[in-house]
């Protein structure tokens, strides 16, 4: 198991323990920062049984605990029922001296860390990630977020969890598609570290696809120390941050002209494949590389190409909230591992998207 504590600014600091059998951990964690009372949140696609050891395990700490289930998946991240959490937690008289627990996918975890950071001015905070994707990287970074109309995370807060337990033993038992659909992540963060990172993933997606417990929790903590690794170096993205949106300019695009039935991982994956070919015109990017990328996706169970016209993905690029105000700065890769930030013209995105699409 790996304990990082990741140091944002001299107030907040969040303590992220990651590996198999991490939930554990949590009671004795929750106990040690002695809150007044504590609120679950709990994720409603959440197995009853894991949610129970979670309110058991604080319970037998001698806390006074509350609980509630709050609807899952991206519909819970609108203002209204961010609404209903602050609600909740004035009904459990939670106070500054209070801590809320959120269990579940990343959806729940963003309107929860947004409910929290602005109740009270913010309130304390647990992450039990309980999804792929929550676990490879929604629970770690600090940012939460709740869509409003078509603009997808437009509003939310750079607020750090106190705790984070993140136990891969969670993923075992997710159905395929939630299980599969946050390695499109992990490929991401092994294409920021470089080629090798990514056949290494290519070695063990096998194992990986198999559910064995030692690889999901080499993988898992992986992710996260990758993560870790760039938040440190750059919390509030004014720079490094940036390339963890490798993929997902188109990827959101694909999302959105979908109708958002096109999962993110999926999107992402096919966005990760897509953005690569088109840094092999920009930037001289390996061939091989790109092969090695989308190699590794399809092993992993992801798709690596989602056909949409190319004008109406567009359209939804410039819905994007990071180009709101003029042209689309990109992350993409020289070669794995080497990343530079580009800033291309809508034609050029035009006629590489249509060249794509033949
Ligand atoms: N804050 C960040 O840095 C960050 C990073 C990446 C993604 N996100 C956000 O995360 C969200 C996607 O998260 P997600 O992929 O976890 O999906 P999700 O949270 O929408 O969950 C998908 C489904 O899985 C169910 N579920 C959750 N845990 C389960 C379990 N253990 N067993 C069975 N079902 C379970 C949920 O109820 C939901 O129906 C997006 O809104 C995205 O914007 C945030
Ligand atoms: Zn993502």
Request: glycine fraction near 10%.
């Amino acid at each position: 198991m790996d304990e990082v504590t990741l140091t944002l600014h001299e107030e907040r600091a969040a303590r992220i323990v990651v590996g198999s059998g991490a939930l554990s951990r949590l009671p004795g964690l929750v106990a040690g920062l002695d809150p007044l009372n504590v609120l679950v949140l709990a994720d409603p696609g959440v197995p009853g049984e894991l949610v129970n050891d979670v309110i058991n395990g604080l319970v037998d700490r001698g806390l006074r605990v509350s609980a509630s289930t709050v609807g899952g998946g991206e519909d819970v991240k609108t203002i209204r029922s961010v609404e209903n959490i602050w609600r909740l937690m004035a009904a459990s008289g939670l106070t500054r001296r209070s801590l809320v627990v959120a269990v579940g996918g990343g959806s729940l975890l963003d309107a929860s860390g947004f409910a929290a950071s602005t109740y009270m001015r913010g309130v304390r905070l647990a992450y039990v990630p309980t999804t792929t994707l929550a676990q490879a990287d929604a629970a770690v970074g600090g940012k939460n977020a709740v869509d409003i109309d078509g603009w997808k995370n437009l509003v939310g807060t750079f607020y750090h969890p106190d705790i984070v337990v993140i136990d891969p033993t969670i993923l075992a038992s997710l159905p395929h598609r939630i299980f599969v659909d946050g390695f499109s992540e992990v490929v991401k963060h092994a294409a920021l570290r470089g080629a090798g990172r990514v056949s290494w993933l290519l070695t063990i997606a096998g194992a990986v696809r198999a559910r064995d417990e030692g690889v999901l929790d080499e993988v898992i903590r992986f992710s996260v120390m990758t993560k870790v690794d760039v938040i440190r170096r750059d919390y509030k993205e004014k720079g490094i941050r940036a390339l963890l949106n490798f993929g997902h300019t188109v990827g959101h695009a694909i999302e959105v002209v979908s109708g958002y039935r096109v999962s993110h991982g999926a999107a992402v994956a096919a966005g990760l494949v897509a953005e690569a070919s088109l840094a092999t015109k920009v930037l001289g990017m390996p061939e091989d590389e790109v092969s090695l990328l989308a190699t590794a996706l399809t092993e992993l169970g992801l798709p690596t190409s989602v056909s949409y016209p190319p004008e109406r993905l567009v359209s939804a690029m410039k819905l994007d909230k990071k180009f709101l105000n003029g042209k689309p700065r990109i992350p993409l890769p020289r070669r794995l591992g080497e990343f530079e930030i580009v800033e291309l013209d809508w034609e050029v995105i035009v006629d590489w998207l249509t060249e794509l699409a033949r």
